[in-house]
């Protein structure tokens, strides 16, 4: 077999080596890969040996492929550029192989062949020398074993000990502007959560696209509701003073994280453990065995497992002054399942506002009287430990081992979690409306949340929660301890009715106490009621109750948000970011409307032969990363959908025949965008006379249509195909090389991912008729996405003609150039152009990514369960429709 090297490309790397390596995939039993091995520590002589081991190989080491001739041959060797990935290919398969990297433009290649001799030798042959031979076994095969003598010292942690008149609304204003419980803003709105077309569920949840989600879950395919969930547990401060309690916490979370997806099993769940570790400092190597001991005999008892995970043990470093400075040790467990039904998850954000119960289902002991895992735990009393907690930690405190929280019952647990799979399966989901789980920041962080995700306000009485066993009457910690401890727990929203008693009956069947803790509100307000005093735990009676919180939910959000948008300034336009900060507060949920039905592609279309279905070509270019999703919306709409790379066009292995109806430019990176949006693209295209003739011949034949979006909407501006032809004129208006429309840089100066408001306008666009005036939710993922027009009467005469197809819109429906609401700053809220015949479509915004009903990340309640396919496939049957000679909705 030879051995190759895929070197994967300076620009795009991962999406190009993947795309290699996907279709050898897809070439099922003719795939050429025998085996794949990544790059890592140790560079060449790591990878290359353990490929061909332990049979042995000979590297021709010149033949991998550098852009610097001058390496030498150890540089070569050992060097940790660890974007490559090592193959074995059989010497059969070597021109496939070769002619698929070349169509995606991976430079590789074949730097040797397995041997069988057991050794690997490596051949400079600038000078016919080896400078490597060695016996695999000696370096690979069994090592001695080692005994490492390590000892513990006592943990350090000393008794919290809070102000003693430390009030719910001053701990609050504390907490929720903590890093790890505040909101996470800052992160998702800079990356795309949408690419694939195939996230059912990503960060950000509600109406107004809160970052809060528990679990990501993705969709195996298009064209079916199975996927996969995952969720991740990390307790890393109750690590500091209780690490088994820590790493038991961790897996913990990670399944009350998970609860909310409709999963084949808890059993069937593996997890990756990822270790963050000093090892090698005296102490920490004992104490990261008592915790990976304390992992493992918790995962037994739960039902998962750990199928492969990443270890960092040099997590410390001597500064300058000798002080040796030390990560504290972390465990981060990455939990994952098949997911037979992606659209039952349910998320953490309040839904019926008024209308609907909050169940707490307290996972910190076993239910009292019997049932799951009963007998342990303070006697079924719950707990309420506020050790390593948000609230500890804002006033400098970690506490004391016992004091941290832990799952002594992890048979509770699992009952819970059996419990909610159950319920999420039931007709209506036996009324559940909304999960979360309750770890960082407590019940009432978690409480809150739900509130801030659902845009309405929430009362709760934790008067009626049983007594706290460890605060004194008088103290504080009498109604902060079941307000902030991070104990194990989820809550639920449940709509009012017979379903409420139904949940909590189901809930005590399996030994786990649940009970109604509060209701959801239509009106701005969060009031809290907590006890004043302390009765006996185990009986279960409570002391007088109080008022200790009463005010507005948008108040708390605007402190919940208050971190993110300082950390927001300092890397995006600081106007932008005050102009969403301002928006919040009086966000109300999009004003989404329909305008026409939407309706599934007749079956007959799509059972077609392809030779009768209008052929349309997806055409990509190196960086393009949402052609999947597009070939997905086009065939599920009847077409006979092509995958075409610009290097075939190039090599002329591909031309825009006769035959061909549409073309279509999907949204990416083209050459990571270095160049400007789209332009390394356009290049290609405008400066090769035989390609440009082409597409030039294609775009006036009146019987083809074009679409572009995203990178490919960019494209169809440089090229001058939208909105007046290449280079022509409207209305006495003429369009020049110096004053075609552009996109440039969004305004916030950074790439922007968001859920957006967009309204489909009266416009001649093919692809959009019968949709004006609808106001629909899409996806947006760019950096430059601004129409720019260079020349205002251009501007004014696209409007003047209704070539402005899709405009960003408010919370009032109107067109707007407000951040967040529109995302680039586009004048009069433009998001896309159209050409004077509609045949020619280019828009911002990600239409493929939401086809399906399960790719909207929100839709309003009344919709659910009401519309028969998703509001955007529509667009792209019209386009079918237009090319059969149909009439469209």
């Known amino acids: 077999m030879r051995c190759c090297i895929a070197a994967l490309a300076v620009l795009h790397p991962a999406l190009q080596v993947n795309r290699v390596i996907r279709a050898c995939v897809e070439l099922g039993p003719r795939n050429p ?44 060797w050992v060097s940790e550029y660890q974007e490559n990935d090592a193959l074995l290919i059989r010497p059969a398969d070597q021109a496939a192989f070769a002619a698929l990297c070349r169509r995606e433009r991976v430079p590789f290649g074949f730097v040797g062949e397995v041997t069988g001799d057991g050794r690997v030798v490596v051949v400079d042959e600038t000078d016919g020398s080896t ?10 095969g069994d090592m001695p074993q080692k005994t490492f003598a390590a000892a513990r010292y006592a943990s350090l942690g000393r008794p919290l000990a ?31 959560r949408s690419v694939s077309g195939l996230v059912a569920q990503q960060q950000c949840v509600g109406p107004l696209h809160t970052p809060l989600a528990d679990c990501a879950v993705l969709a195996l395919s298009h064209f079916d509701t199975r996927g996969v969930a995952s969720s991740i547990g990390e307790q890393p401060v109750k690590g500091l003073v209780n690490l088994q309690a820590m790493a038991r916490m961790a897996v913990g979370e990670a399944v009350t994280n998970m609860m909310g997806a409709a999963v084949s099993g808890l059993g069937d769940a593996k997890c990756s453990a990822n270790w963050m570790w000093a090892a090698k400092l005296p102490h920490e190597a004992a104490h990261m065995y008592d915790a990976c001991k304390a992992m493992a005999d918790f995962m037994l008892a739960v039902g998962v497992a750990v199928d492969g ?19 504290p040790g972390t465990l981060v467990i990455s939990l994952y399942a098949a997911c037979p039904d992606i659209t039952l998850t349910l998320t953490p954000d309040f839904k019926a506002p008024g209308a609907s119960r909050v169940v707490l289902v307290d996972l910190s002991a076993p239910a009292a009287g019997g049932g799951a895992g009963s007998g342990s735990g303070r006697g079924g009393a719950p707990q309420y430990r506020l050790g390593g907690s948000a609230l500890a930690q804002v006033f400098g405190q970690v506490g004391a081992p016992h004091e941290v929280p832990d799952c002594e019952c992890p048979a509770t647990l699992v009952a819970a979690f059996g419990v909610v799979q159950a319920l999420l399966r039931q007709p209506g989901q036996a009324g559940l409306l909304s999960l979360h789980d309750r770890s960082d920041g407590g019940l009432l962080i978690a409480t809150l949340e739900m509130a801030f995700a659902g845009n309405c306000g929430v009362s709760l009485d934790l008067s009626a929660l049983p007594g706290h066993p460890d605060a004194e009457p008088a103290h504080a910690t009498a109604s902060l301890a079941p307000c902030f401890a991070e104990e194990l727990g989820v809550l639920l929203e449940v709509r009012d009715g017979p379903e409420v008693d139904a949940v909590i009956a189901a809930f005590a069947a399996a030994g786990v106490r649940a009970q109604v803790i509060g209701a959801t509100l239509a009106a701005d307000a969060v009031r809290v009621t907590a006890a004043a005093s302390i009765a006996d735990p185990v009986a279960g009676a409570t002391g007088v109750g109080e008022i200790v919180l009463d005010t507005t939910m948008t108040g708390l959000r605007t402190i919940w948000e208050a971190t993110s948008f300082q950390l927001e ?20 949920a999009p004003p989404f409307a329909l305008t026409f039905t939407p309706k599934r592609a007749p079956a007959a279309l799509l059972t077609r032969p392809p030779a009768s279905k209008p052929a349309v070509a997806v055409i990509r270019e190196e960086g393009c990363n949402g052609d999947r999703e597009m070939c997905a919306a086009l065939y599920s709409a009847g077409f006979q959908v092509l995958d075409v790379h610009m290097s075939d066009l190039v090599a002329g292995t591909f031309a825009l025949s006769e035959g061909l109806r549409g073309v279509v430019f999907p949204g990416g990176f083209s050459y990571a965008d270095v160049l400007d949006s789209a332009k390394g693209w356009a290049g290609t295209i405008r400066f090769r006379a035989e390609l ?5 011949a294609f775009y006036r034949r009146p019987d083809t249509f074009s679409l572009g979006v995203c990178n490919g909407c960019q494209l ?3 090229l001058g195909w939208v909105p007046f032809g290449t280079h022509g004129e409207l209305g006495g208006v003429r369009v020049t090389e110096a004053t075609q429309p552009r996109f440039i840089h969004n305004d916030s100066g950074r790439f922007e991912s968001r859920f957006s408001t967009v309204r489909i306008e009266a416009s001649p666009a093919i692809m959009l008729r019968g949709m004006a005036g609808s106001v629909l939710g899409v996806w947006v993922a760019h950096g430059e996405g601004k129409a720019h027009f260079p020349d205002p009467r251009v501007l004014e005469a696209v409007k003047a003609h209704g070539l402005v197809p899709l405009s960003y819109v408010d919370d009032d429906g109107a067109a707007t150039e407000a951040y967040p609401f529109n995302p680039n700053g586009s004048p009069a809220g433009i998001a896309g152009l159209c050409s004077a ?49 149909e009439s469209t909705v």
Request: with cysteine; charged share 20%.
């Open 692 to 696: 440009s003739g082409q597409f030039d």
């Open 162 to 192: 809070l102000p003693a008149a430390l009030s719910v609304p001053a701990a609050l204003d504390r907490v929720l502007r903590l890093l790890s419980v505040g909101s996470k803003r800052f992160l998702t709105n800079k990356v795309d």
């Open 309 to 327: 995970g990443k270890d960092s043990l040099s997590m410390a470093s001597r500064a300058p002054s000798g002080e040796m400075v030390k990560a």
């Open 569 to 588: 300034r300092l890397q995006a336009n600081p106007a932008c970011v005050a102009s969403e900060e301002a928006a919040l507060a009086t966000r109300r």
């Open 716 to 718: 169809m501006a440089l």
């Open 33 to 76: 890969i025998v085996s794949i091995h990544d790059q890592g520590a140790g560079g060449n002589c790591n990878v290359l040996k353990e490929i061909v081991a332990p049979a042995g190989g000979r590297i021709n080491i010149r033949a991998v492929p550098v852009g610097d001739a001058t390496m030498s041959v150890l540089e070569l």
């Open 131 to 140: 400078p490597v031979d060695m016996d695999v076994e000696k370096v690979l």
């Open 837 to 885: 015949d509609g045949r020619h479509l280019a828009v911002m915004p990600h239409p493929e990514r939401v086809t399906t009903l399960w790719q909207w990340p929100w839709m309003p309640e009344a919709w659910k369960g009401k519309l028969e396919a998703s509001p955007w496939a529509t667009m792209f049957q019209n386009a079918r429709a237009w090319c059969e000679g």
